[in-house]
């Protein structure tokens, strides 16, 4: 079994509303990560999906995106919600809409083939120069969520470490830690994915790899030339 991850794929329903003012690379976006993660991921796998998944505004017209996501290859997939996922608003009519395979972190933890994940969508932190006071709230909101999702982590006993799933990076926009680093690194987290930068200068200054020893990747679909990432593989289970 191994973990593969993905985000950012703003899927739309209006083909006016195509990504290619962002670049070459969104030319026929969906399509691309679509066919692109068939090809990688095996039934025995699992998809984390990392917020920014859809334009539209409704939840019956985002389910035609997730419905497409769940339909990929993967035994179950699991998604955060990203600060485009408009859709993404009352968790008890999502939680009732989402068909069965699909569903959603926010604040919490499940166990799925005996890996442990936790997830919440994170925020600018107060040390990212790109986050004013208006963000100071929703920070405090989302650092209660991550301690809220990792201590019920803890509680499924993660005997391999906890898999977290961000929509905002525990980077700035400049790559130092910020206070939802230092959070998740006082649990045993052993991946940590995230999307949300999709410019150069972003991508430049994120860590890669291993930081402190958390395997560590940022997911955004660009980013990974939309492709998913295998961010863990559990050598000897089945595919
Ligand atoms: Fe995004
Ligand atoms: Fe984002």
């Given at each position: 079994?191994?973990?593969?991850?993905?985000?950012d794929?703003?899927?739309?329903?209006?083909?006016?509303?195509?990504?290619?003012?962002?670049?070459?690379?969104?030319k026929?976006h969906?399509?691309?990560?679509?066919?692109?993660?068939?090809?990688?991921?095996?039934?025995?796998?699992?998809?984390?999906?990392?917020?920014?998944?859809?334009?539209?505004?409704?939840?019956?017209?985002?389910?035609?995106?997730?419905?497409?996501?769940?339909?990929?290859?993967?035994?179950?997939?699991?998604?955060?919600?990203?600060n485009?996922?408009?859709w993404?608003?009352?968790?008890?009519?999502?939680?009732?809409?989402?068909?069965?395979?699909?569903?959603a972190?926010m604040?919490?933890?499940?166990?799925?083939?005996?890996?442990?994940?936790?997830?919440?969508?994170?925020?600018?932190?107060p040390n990212?120069?790109?986050?004013?006071?208006?963000?100071?709230?929703?920070?405090?909101?989302?650092?209660?969520?991550l301690?809220?999702?990792?201590?019920?982590?803890?509680?499924?006993?993660?005997?391999?470490?906890?898999?977290?799933?961000?929509?905002?990076?525990?980077?700035?926009?400049?790559?130092?830690?910020?206070?939802?680093?230092?959070?998740?690194?006082?649990?045993?987290?052993?991946?940590?994915?995230?999307?949300?930068f999709?410019?150069?200068?972003?991508?430049?200054?994120?860590?890669?790899?291993?930081?402190?020893g958390?395997?560590?990747?940022?997911?955004?679909?660009?980013?990974?030339?939309?492709?998913?990432?295998?961010i863990?593989?559990?050598?000897?289970?089945?595919?």
């Amino acid at each position: 079994m191994r973990i593969f991850a993905i985000s950012d794929t703003h899927f739309s329903l209006d083909p006016t509303r195509n990504m290619e003012g962002f670049g070459p690379i969104w030319k026929n976006h969906q399509e691309k990560i679509l066919s692109n993660a068939k090809k990688v991921i095996a039934p025995g796998d699992i998809l984390l999906i990392g917020g920014d998944i859809s334009w539209e505004h409704k939840l019956d017209q985002a389910l035609v995106h997730l419905r497409q996501l769940n339909d990929l290859p993967g035994f179950n997939k699991l998604f955060v919600k990203g600060n485009h996922d408009h859709w993404c608003k009352n968790l008890t009519k999502l939680k009732n809409s989402l068909p069965q395979g699909l569903q959603a972190l926010m604040g919490n933890a499940v166990k799925l083939r005996g890996q442990v994940f936790a997830g919440t969508r994170g925020w600018l932190a107060p040390n990212d120069p790109c986050a004013d006071d208006l963000d100071q709230k929703t920070f405090e909101k989302e650092m209660a969520l991550l301690r809220q999702a990792l201590d019920q982590a803890i509680e499924l006993k993660p005997a391999e470490g906890i898999h977290l799933l961000l929509h905002f990076p525990p980077f700035t926009t400049q790559g130092e830690t910020t206070p939802f680093w230092d959070l998740l690194q006082s649990y045993p987290v052993a991946t940590c994915t995230y999307g949300h930068f999709h410019m150069a200068a972003e991508w430049e200054a994120i860590p890669t790899g291993k930081v402190d020893g958390i395997a560590c990747q940022l997911t955004a679909a660009d980013y990974l030339n939309m492709t998913p990432y295998c961010i863990w593989d559990a050598p000897g289970t089945p595919k």
